[in-house]
């Protein structure tokens, strides 16, 4: 799955390229979520996948179920190959969405360069619904240094027990008022090669977590990025400098580590977030484009 998403990408470059044991997490409900073509002699010719994910705001409460589609772009007959596996990816949509008390949404998102997948699903009824961008920030630039807020303490926190695991994600709920991340997912996460390097920066007040976000890189990444993600603040810390100093104590972290950069997410609709990461020194390196199916 990983070499054909690999030359897809070649292709099309319209998306970053999936590790293949992403393809064991949770979601994928020990294969049930994944369909492949095969020919008659095992050649292997394409695969769907569905993952249900996070209720959307963007969406109107639906639940987004994340497909990625991806057919050998050198076979003959690739485009007929390609529908029967997106209309298996709809059938098994529909099966999910009756297990769920929401409407739901198969979605897809890909680099706004990449307009031959784009135009591919939007002549198939997919409609756009969400930007968002991929900033970087150059590491060998000086990272400012931000004080820490009264009553709380910051440490690196790799959440080795089960209890701490489930306290931290109580936390990321509660603030993110979303079940994106459930515990399966976290551990799941846990037992990847990024988690061996990687840490959250976790900011505690009075023993409760104030504020969070997980720092990592691939060990043999090539291009030396590292990533930021699954950031929160508690509403009574925020306005007090707390998002820039976990921010900052991230950024450090990575390059202590040897990288050259650090990448982060963040949907065009939230402007103030944006603002935040450019005053600290990241910059629009790729636009993202969310299209979606409604079952």
């Known amino acids: 799955m990983e070499d054909l998403q690999a030359r897809c990408i070649r292709a099309c470059p319209d998306t970053s390229l999936l590790p293949g044991g992403f393809y064991f997490a949770p979601g994928f409900d020990n294969g049930a979520n994944i369909f492949i073509a095969a020919g008659l002699n095992g050649e292997y010719y394409g695969h769907v996948v569905v993952y ?140 990847s090669d990024f988690w061996s390097v990687g840490t959250t920066f976790t900011a505690f007040a009075g023993g409760q977590i104030a504020g969070s976000l997980i720092a990592y890189y691939g060990p043999d990444d090539p291009e030396k990025i590292g990533t930021t993600e699954h950031f929160f603040v508690l509403p009574q810390w925020r306005q007090q400098g707390l998002a820039s100093l976990l921010i900052a104590e991230a950024l450090r972290f990575l390059k202590s580590r040897g990288l050259a950069e650090a990448e982060l997410q963040v949907t065009a609709e939230n402007p103030r977030a944006i603002t935040t990461y450019q005053k600290l020194g990241y910059e629009v390196y790729q636009e993202e484009v969310s299209l979606g199916f409604a079952i």
């Open 52 to 191: 249900p994910y996070q209720i959307s705001r963007a969406l109107d409460g639906a639940r987004v179920l994340w497909m990625d589609l991806r057919v050998d772009p050198h076979l003959p007959g690739g485009p007929l190959i390609k529908d029967a596996l997106l209309l298996k990816a709809i059938d098994r949509a529909g099966e999910i969405q009756q297990k769920l008390s929401e409407p739901a949404v198969l979605s897809v998102t890909y680099f706004a360069r990449g307009a031959a997948s784009i135009e591919y699903l939007q002549a198939r009824g997919f409609r756009h619904y969400e930007t968002a961008y991929i900033l970087r920030r150059d590491l060998s630039n000086p990272i400012p240094e931000f004080p820490i807020p009264a009553g709380v303490t910051l440490l690196p926190w790799k959440m080795e027990t089960v209890r701490e695991q489930e306290e931290y994600i109580r936390a990321y709920e509660s603030v993110l008022n979303n079940d994106a991340w459930d515990l399966k997912g976290l551990q799941h996460f846990m037992s």
